[in-house]
């Protein structure tokens, strides 16, 4: 595990980006963007897009490859990671980075620094490879939205977990404490302690059970279950307190499998207990435990984190199959093929906003998350 390739970031001008941007929007609708529609969406002051692009490849930002009916470029997660970076050292978030301290299922976890030397967390979602070929081959008339599938779901799963770590956090859950997110990254404050996998001892044992437990059914009074509530997604706090991690999975107490998953949760730790502390207890939550006081999955989604995102993303990650997830694809198949000089036209303005936003000093991640959402999905 080493550092995070960042090394080009800082040569990297103006128009490289630029660049690299039309390629992210051009993937909305094409596996592989032309060269020539690049430019068009670019629309660099003085042309040269393809030379920039070549320069691009060889940094391995972009890979050139033959396609089917017609050769292009395509974004790698290098050029993703690149571009969500750049904005988050724009916004002055982040300004140095340090070593990875983890390789989770579905991400990469680094240490970076803020402006005051302050060590952070960064949180690099990496989804969607597989499971979307899958969806691809059924259906047909979803290709070119899921062209670009693992930068949607990777951008959607982190959009997801900072919404809830930040509603969490708001509503005093023991969350790490978020700061920002842009694309698939989010930055969050570090724990000061280490993942429930790697402890051996704990000083009251009896205590954090009951501790774990009701953080299950307090999430669960707001309407929400984690979903992998385990020794992987719990850490410990120096001071010896449990803290919650990882929440692109959660799902609402009315998911029609809601109780399944409650009482996996509960499970787990129960599990756990057993065998790595010899604990067990004769009581244990129920679903019928949960008094619903609040909704936070309605609230998340009123700010930016909509119902057709968490539908994508919970197929995406394999928690809900999409015969469940079917229904309200009517407004999808009803949507108009777009033509090429109106698709430009509104890939250039994204750009520019796109542009705008990266490189604004001042925006912070929970405005984005409404203007991300109304720029649609791939
Ligand atoms: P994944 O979704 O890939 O499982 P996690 O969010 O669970 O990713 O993070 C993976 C690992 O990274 C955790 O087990 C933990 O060791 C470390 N980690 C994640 N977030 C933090 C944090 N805020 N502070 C310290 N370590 C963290
Ligand atoms: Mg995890």
């Given at each position: 595990m080493g550092k995070i390739n960042v090394t080009m970031l800082r040569y990297l001008s103006k128009e490289d980006f630029r660049v690299l941007t039309a390629v992210e929007m051009g993937m909305k609708n094409h596996e592989l963007v032309p060269g020539s529609l690049v430019g068009s969406i670019a629309s660099?002051?003085?042309?040269g897009a393809h030379k920039i692009l070549r320069e691009l490849c060889k940094h391995r930002l972009l890979t050139y490859e033959r396609g089917r009916h017609y050769d292009g470029y395509r974004l790698t997660n290098l050029g993703y990671d690149y571009l969500a970076l750049k904005a988050l050292t724009s916004r002055g978030v982040v300004s140095s980075f340090g070593n990875q301290i983890g390789v989770g299922k579905e991400s990469n976890i680094y240490v970076v620094g803020n402006e005051d030397g302050e060590p952070l967390c960064l949180k690099l979602h990496r989804l969607g490879r597989t499971c979307f070929r899958r969806l691809r081959e059924k259906r047909d008339y979803h290709a070119h939205r899921n062209a670009a599938s693992w930068i949607y779901l990777s951008r959607i799963s982190a959009t997801k977990e900072f919404a809830y770590m930040k509603a969490l956090y708001d509503r005093g859950f023991p969350v790490p404490t978020p700061i920002d997110f842009n694309r698939h990254c989010v930055i969050m404050k570090l724990v000061d302690g280490s993942p429930?996998?790697?402890?051996?001892?704990?000083?009251?044992v009896e205590w954090l059970y009951d501790e774990l437990m009701n953080l299950i059914v307090k999430l669960g009074s707001y309407?929400?279950?984690?979903?992998?509530?385990?020794e992987f997604n719990l850490m410990l706090t120096d001071d010896g307190k449990p803290v919650v991690i990882d929440f692109p999975q959660m799902v609402s107490t009315?998911?029609?499998?809601a109780e399944m998953f409650f009482m996996r949760d509960v499970n787990c730790i129960r599990d756990f207990f057993r065998r790595r502390f010899g604990y067990e207890s004769e009581f244990h939550p129920t679903f019928k435990d949960i008094t619903r006081e609040s909704a936070l999955d309605v609230e998340v989604s009123a700010s930016g984190f909509t119902k057709q995102m968490e539908k994508d993303l919970l197929v995406g990650i394999g928690v809900q199959s999409e015969e469940e997830s079917d229904g309200e694809e009517a407004d999808i198949d009803s949507e108009e093929p777009v033509s090429e000089s109106i698709e430009i036209e509104e890939l250039r303005k994204h750009v520019n906003q796109i542009i705008i936003e990266d490189e604004d000093?001042?925006?912070?991640?929970t405005s984005q998350a409404v203007s991300s959402s109304s720029t649609a999905p791939p």
């Open positions: 660099l002051r003085h042309g429930l996998c790697q402890i051996n001892e704990v000083d009251d309407g929400v279950i984690h979903g992998d509530f385990n009315n998911h029609a499998n000093k001042t925006r912070k991640g």
